[in-house]
């Protein structure tokens, strides 16, 4: 059934009606208070110039000595021993004991690993390919959630003056808070120092942008020798290309959003839209019409339901035919 423009203007303004009751309700959920008292520091955000050079940290080393293979299929954890774990799940929950030495993956799975023997840090790395998700609980009850095709590399258990971690892809953070040790967020050309706070961080390696989304407390960005302090509701981003930091106010709840399984867009291109979502369901998406891939679209995806569900709630409001071969989609 075709739909008509003005049927086509009562769907997108019902749509913007959803995505504004969408986020009033989140607002009221776990993080409300937080973000509530986080409001009082006010909107600003302060660049900083920093010259000083450190010495690689035994993260940095440990980073540094990985090998760079393909993401495997399944979500993996890596221990200490080298011992690989696959985890078949497509939504992964882990978490440790504070010593480190015991893993419990899901509701009745438990690994033992030692972590006693070594007086250095002991890093494991969980590693989450595209189409799975994964979230983990730390040794130091700090917990993160992954994001598709994401890396996170972290000590076993924290025992240094630093809580470092390593990430490549994207993942939200929920720091508990320690003062006498920060918590170091790092990754390639980007390093993020906190205390305790909720942030989503986002450093996929074929993206132009790096991002920092702060959605409660404070947290301090640094490129390069570029450190920048950021505040609830801003988005710090560092261009790969032309070596510039940004910043800008924004609604948080599209950032954070994936971990509910929603994807909320607000005048996104289609190509950034389906960069996205072929991550989210591990499927290549060719979009063949450059016109189309440069439609913006505005509204929230149920990524809990199908790719082909999806792409019908997208072809509501913007008109393109697809098809499916081989794991590919092709849009014209």
Known sequence: ?????????????KISISISSYIQRKRYLKYGLGLAAACIIGFFSLITFNTKTEEPSALDSYVKSLEN????EQIKLILNDDQKVNIAESEASISYSTSGDKVTIGSSKFINQNTSKSPKAVFNTLIV????RSSIELADGSKVWLNSG????????FNQEKREVYLEGEAIFEVAHDKKHPFIVKSNEQEIEVLGTIFNVSNYHDDDLLSTVLKSGSVKVTYSKNSITIVPGTLAA?????????????D??????????IFIFKNDSMESIMKKISRYYNIDIIINNKELANTTFSGYLDVKDTVE????T??????????ITNNKLFIN
């Open 150 to 157: 994401s890396k996170l590399v972290f000590p076993a258990a």
């Open 252 to 261: 948080v709840e599209s950032y954070f959003s994936w971990r509910d399984g």
């Open 129 to 132: 390919p595209y189409g799975k």
């Open 314 to 323: 997208i072809r509501e409001t913007t008109k393109f035919e697809y098809n």
């Open 69 to 72: 293979k393909d993401v495997p």
């Open 1 to 13: 059934m075709k739909i008509t423009e003005h049927e086509k203007k009562q769907l997108k303004s």
């Open 309 to 312: 569900s999806v792409l019908k």
């Open 238 to 250: 560092y261009d790969r290309g032309t070596k510039r930091v940004n910043t800008q106010k924004v």
